[in-house]
Structures are given as structure tokens and as C-alpha cells.
């Protein structure tokens, strides 16, 4: 006998299910999208324990009637789409009708609908896929679904899921990103029963992303000019020349109407701003870009978040002309990072380079420490003597008849890093308490994120608390880092440590990640150090450390010019 059997219909749903919801957030963004494609104004979320336990989205949409009530339930059953060939002009968000079978196979599922000029409403419940109940009742228009206890059928799935606090972030990171793409509509979000978000329309990307983000954040920004390129036409806001952060959180790509990651927006963008931003960095950006159906197939990801476009190479120069568009008008930010010295020197006052030249002079050397390092940095015995610093980053050495660069940001970031590593094995890293408090705006998201992970920002030497539903009082922040201003300290080290940390616990290894994140972050702004004294004991702390050649991330700290090298450059 044959060993194929069709799947039945639940386990079917089941197997989509794995493609579809992942995760609470999965669930949410199938159910979101759903009430926009019903044409809703308003739509709240609410969830309980990270959507584990319950999520509940209502809207004022179309609503259904009986009979789409029920079928809307069957695999693949869908409004949206009704041949094939539809599937080349979709401009609905769904249309594949896997959604609500999936999750009501994972689930216990309540939907209950009605339409605006129905008489009365409908109520279905599906437990785990299977019916149990249909019945008439009375409904404001509409719908309303409830999923509890995802994935309580399938323990396997249940194992992947994170810890509560995760999962919440990730559930207002969605719908954050349904709330940019549909400035429109009315959002409201309940986190266990309080209010986290409330969100009035507004036909504004600009004020949505302030009610999101902040003022702040907002000032960050340059519109794009409205730009049409063969048929792609393109709007939004991107950061201004140099601004840049770690993670890619504050990239939005929209390709019409549905969030995307692809690199064929990413990488035109990041190459824009080539030369303005430190590697690593990336500019945040919001963009929309506008073209016809069938120039872009969405139907190659279950959960649509990646597409194939007709014509990448025309998509790159949309991306490319937008953001140069933007940049032209704009003048760097304000708020000067102090990221941005790397991209435009000249932001440093002029004297600097002057001053330099001072310490050039010969006679100053006398003051040399008399520490012989030759011990441990091998060939470079006996002491190199300091030449002068190049520009705002580099001090140089003679050390016999080669030449050696230390760069000092690297520099600094190594020899933090083991300072903050041993404090850490002890206890956390020093911070410095304000005189004043300062509140910062926060989306719900990041303040989700570090809610909880406040005892691994403590050992970073944050401390922070979350302080109403959209800001974050800061009371103290890392010791060496007092020199950027808060607002940085504490965006820059949230992306940092959610990159490179899983779980809030400190274990070693989560220890080490976070020495990194905060020497990265201590580093940025290193001054070059005044006189010939500083210089050297710049470069004695840094051959003091254990691993003195580069960071923890791997870039050099020092670059050495051997006489054979510097005589082959100059050989004919
Ligand atoms: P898809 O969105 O791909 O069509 P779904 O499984 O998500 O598939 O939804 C199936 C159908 O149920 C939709 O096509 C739509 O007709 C109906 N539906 C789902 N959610 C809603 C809602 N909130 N309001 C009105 N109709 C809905
Ligand atoms: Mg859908």
C-alpha cells in the first residue's frame, strides 16, 4: 500500500500554520491586516502575556455575514482573489485565505462579525481547528477576533516561543509597523489591560511617526520629495546626512502598502550614504514606494515580508535618487552626533589641526614616560617616539624607522573593554547619575525592550525606567560614556545590546557582549590626546591590554609601517 495520504484539513491548516504564525506577532500582523483590507478607521489591539495568552484585535470594518463567517474558516477561502490572474494585480495585504484557518488550527478561536447594515451579528468558535460553535448575536459592526492560548495544541510550536517580554516587543514592533504604513487609521494597542498606544489618524506620515517616535526623532528626518521614476513612484522620510543607527529598527521599506525587507532597497540606501556614515551605521528611513501590481510578486514569502521585483536595477536608482533628493536640501542634523566627525571632518573646529602641529616639536619628548613597553610590544622596542597626531583620529610613532598609527577610537574601545569586562566580573559598570532626571520619548516597542531588560542595562551602568506609557526617565548613565548626550547613550545602546544579546540573564559570554556594546559606545567622541605625555600613555594603556591589536569587534587599533615596506613605496 501506498505510504501517501492527503493531509487532513486541520493538520493541513496546522503545516500552513508553521508558515504563516510564528509567532504572536505573526498572529497579530495576519488579523491587523485583515481589518485594513476590510476598509477599518479604527483598530485595537489588545494582548495579554505577550499574546501568548490572549490576543484580541476588533475593528469598524465591513464585517461579514453568516456565510463568510464560516467560509473565511476554510483553507484558502478568500474575497480577495478569484483566478489567477488576479494574482498579478493583487492590491489587497491578504490574499493567499491561509490566515484564519491557520491560526484557529493553533488556537482557541472566537470570531464574531457584523456587517454595518446586517441585522444581527454572527459569533463562530473553532478550538484548535475544530468547530464548536456557531451561533447569532448581537455585535456593534464590525469584527472582532480572539486568539488564546496560540499554539496550545502544538507543544513543538509552543517551545519556540520566547519569553513573554520578547514576544510583547516584538507584538508593538508589528504594530508599529502597520501604524507607519496606515497613518489613516486610528490605532490602539492594551498591553495586559493598560493602554500602551493610542494613535489618532491623521493624513500626516510626519505626525504618526512623531506620535510613534518623538519629536526628537522627528527632527532627525528630512522629507523626501515626492518622485516618480518609470513608473515607481516614491515618498517618506529618511534621516539626514550622517545620522545613522546599528540597527536596522528604524528602516521601513513599504512597497505599495505592505512592509518589506529586501536589500535591493537596503543596500542603494546605505550606499547613498557612503562617506557620511561610520560602518555599521544605517540611516533610518521610512519610504513608500508606489508601483503597478504586476512589477512586484509578493506571493513568494508565506508571510509576505519578501517580494520579487520585475526590475531591481530601477528600484536601486529610486532608492538612490530619493535619498540624494533629500539630502540636498537638508543641512546635517542639529543635534550633532559625535558619529559624524567621521564623515565630515571639518565639523571640528579648524585649530585642532593646528594645535597638532605644536606637538610636533621635538623638545616636548623629553617627557616621555620612561616605561620600557618594549616588553610587549615585541619588534617595537625600545619606546616609539610620538610624531603627531593626522587629522582628528590618528597618532603617530616613530619606532625605529617604521611608522606606527593608532587609531584612537579603536584604541579606546579595546582598553575599555577590558575594564568594563573586569567590572563586570565583579559587578557593573560605574555609572554616573544625573543631577536631573531626563525623560525621553520611546515607542512602545523599545520601551518593552528595555523594561525588560533593565537589570542588564543596570550592569551597563544604565539606569532607566519606564515612566508613563511612552517615555523613559533616565537616572544615571554609563560613566565614561557622559560625554554624548543621554537620549544617544541610550538609543545607541539599546540597539546595540538587543543585536547582540538573546536572553536578559548575565551569563559570561552575555557579560562580554555587553563590555563590547558599551566600550563601542564609550568610544565614540574619543578625543585625541593633548602633548606628547597623553600620547604615550594612550598608547602604554593600550599595549597594557591583553589583546592591545584590536577590538572586540575586530577592527585594528594600530597599523605598523615597516622600513621595507615605506622604502618599497618610494623605490622607482
Ligand atoms: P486573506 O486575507 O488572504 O484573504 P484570511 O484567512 O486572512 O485570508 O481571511 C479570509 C477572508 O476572511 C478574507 O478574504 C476576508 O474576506 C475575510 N476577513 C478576514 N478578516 C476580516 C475582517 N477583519 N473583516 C472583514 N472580513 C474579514
Ligand atoms: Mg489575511
Known sequence: MGQIRLLS????????????????????????????????HRITVEFHQGGTRLIRVTDDGSGMD????????ERHATSKIRQSADLMKINTLGFRGEALPSIASVS????????????SGTSVEVNGGKLVDVKESGEAPGTRIEVSDLFFNVPARRKFLRGEQTEAANLLRQIEILAVAHPEIAFTCLRDGREVLRLAPTE?????????????FLQKLVPVPPLDLEGINVYGWIARPGEGRTSRNLQMFFVNGRMIQSPILSLPLREASDGMLAKGLHPPAVLFFGMEPGAVDCNVHPAKREVRFRDPGLLRSVVLRAARAAWETASPSPSVSVENIYWKPSVLPQQREFANVEIHSSARIEETPAHPISNTLGSLAPIPRFIGALGTR?????????????????????????RFCACLGTGEIESQRLLIPEVLEMSPGEL????AHCSLLHAAGLVAEPFGANSLKVDAIPADAAHLPVSQIVSTLVDYLRESSESPSLDSAAKESLAASVSRLAAVGARLPEGAVAAHMLLEQLLACDLPYATPGGRPTMSQISPGELSRRFSA
Open 9 to 40: 484539513d486541520i493538520l493541513a491548516s496546522q503545516v500552513a500554520a508553521g508558515e504563516v504564525v510564528e509567532r504572536p506577532a505573526s498572529v497579530v500582523k495576519e488579523l491587523v491586516e485583515n481589518s485594513i483590507d476590510a476598509g477599518a
Open 66 to 73: 453568516r456565510s463568510d463567517a464560516m467560509l473565511c474558516l
Open 108 to 119: 482557541r478561536f472566537r470570531l464574531s462579525t457584523r456587517q454595518r447594515e446586517g441585522e
Open 204 to 216: 500626516d506620515l510626519a505626525v504618526r511617526l512623531r506620535d510613534l517616535h518623538g519629536e526628537e
Open 394 to 418: 590618528y597618532l603617530l610613532f616613530e619606532d625605529q624607522e617604521s611608522l606606527l598609527l593608532v587609531e584612537i577610537r579603536a584604541a579606546r574601545e579595546r582598553q575599555l573593554y577590558e
Open 448 to 451: 518593552a525592550w528595555i523594561d
